[in-house]
């Protein structure tokens, strides 16, 4: 098993520039007028370990619905990768619970295949890493601790084998709809004609079943989302109190998505030492964290035409509240 940190990374150097990176988005993020925090920055270690978390949960249909997929449609897609040597590149791999099942089908055949997982959190690519190699003796695997933009450079250098990326647990809803069409332009350039791309959409459906997954009885993402000020505390060295911030949730119907907020419950200021700078918060000001786009049918082929791709299948689960489509290189 080889990992290669090629953007943010522990050691030296790269280390630095991550955090210089951090403090400008944290910077910026928190001075505009409605203030907000990346979502990458929610997944440091204890981050995906909530998030690993929060796929177990009863309200976090999106997870089951995908696992779903893959158990009942691993065969076809395991034929439709069948074929000369490709590199298998996972964008965003978290802990590949779904991965897991397509790769079994794939070795039962004998496809020969590198697997890539690429993933901002490097507890999450050596979580990933780590697993498949237990799981799937042999197995190549090549893990990347890098953001997409990093990720999407390296697989551009992969022109000459077969590639297929996968895309799962609808990590493109949390794109802004402007920043989504950037995203799939630069993973369309990055490919060769003819290689496929393998992403999975959340379904526009019931408010109330959309909201509860983003809002579980058990508080574990209200954790995940407040562990982010943790985060800040400990890299840039805050004093962010989470227990003066509430996690609030709700449905926002002009932009088809959940947001996700921590909304401060009475006026303070906090101080970054990292930035040597203060923040003020008025009682019930909110900072953004998350947007988690929902699709509809229609608007996921219209976002494949405009981006260079054709729709060779899709696959969806029982109740038809996610679908992973799969989309060719045109
Ligand atoms: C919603 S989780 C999905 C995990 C996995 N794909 C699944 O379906 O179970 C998003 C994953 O993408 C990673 N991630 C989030 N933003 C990222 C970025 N900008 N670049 C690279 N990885 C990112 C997170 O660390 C996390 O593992």
């Known amino acids: 098993m080889e990992s290669i940190p090629i953007q943010q990374q522990a050691e030296g150097e790269s280390k630095a520039a991550f955090l210089r990176r951090f ?11 409605r203030k907000r925090l990346p979502c990458k920055y929610l997944y440091d270690d204890t981050g995906s370990r909530l998030f690993s978390q929060i ?17 009942m449609h691993k065969a076809a897609l395991a034929d439709l990768f069948g074929g000369p ?13 779904k991965t897991r099942v397509l790769i079994g089908q794939m070795r039962a055949r004998k496809t020969d295949f590198t697997y890539v997982p690429i993933d901002i959190s490097r507890a999450a690519v050596d979580c ?39 895309f799962l647990g609808s990590s493109i809803g949390n794109f802004p709809a402007r ?26 459906k019931d408010i109330a079943v959309m909201t509860r997954a983003y809002n579980d009885a058990e508080g574990i993402t209200a954790a995940f989302n407040k562990n982010i000020l943790t985060r800040i505390n400990r890299e ?54 998350e947007s988690s786009h929902k699709f509809t049918r229609h608007q996921i082929r219209e976002l494949a035409a405009r981006n260079g791709f054709a729709v060779a299948a899709e696959f969806t689960d029982d109740a038809g509240y996610f679908t992973d489509c799969l989309w060719r290189a045109a």
């Open 85 to 97: 040597p490709l590199n298998l590149v996972e964008l965003g791999a978290g802990d590949g619970t």
């Open 236 to 289: 840039l060295e805050a004093d962010f109190d989470p227990g003066l911030f509430r996690f609030y949730s709700t449905w926002d119907a002009d932009a088809r998505a959940v947001q996700s907020y921590l909304v401060s419950t009475c006026a303070h200021q906090v101080h970054i030492r990292g930035l040597r700078r203060s923040f003020d918060f008025s009682a019930r000001e909110a900072i953004h964290t």
């Open 179 to 204: 920043d989504r069409e950037a995203f799939l332009r630069n993973l369309r350039q990055s490919l060769n004609t003819g290689d496929c791309v393998l992403i999975g959409f959340d379904l526009v």
């Open 55 to 71: 796929m177990d949960l009863t309200e976090y249909y999106p997870a089951r619905c995908e696992l779903e997929i893959f158990q």
């Open 23 to 33: 403090a400008r988005d944290v910077r910026n993020g928190l001075s505009l007028p």
């Open 128 to 166: 990933v890493s780590g697993r498949f190699s237990r799981w799937f003796p042999g197995l190549r695997t090549r893990g990347i601790t890098a953001d997409y933009l990093a990720g999407l450079k390296w697989l551009s250098g992969q022109n000459h084998c077969r590639n297929i990326v996968l």
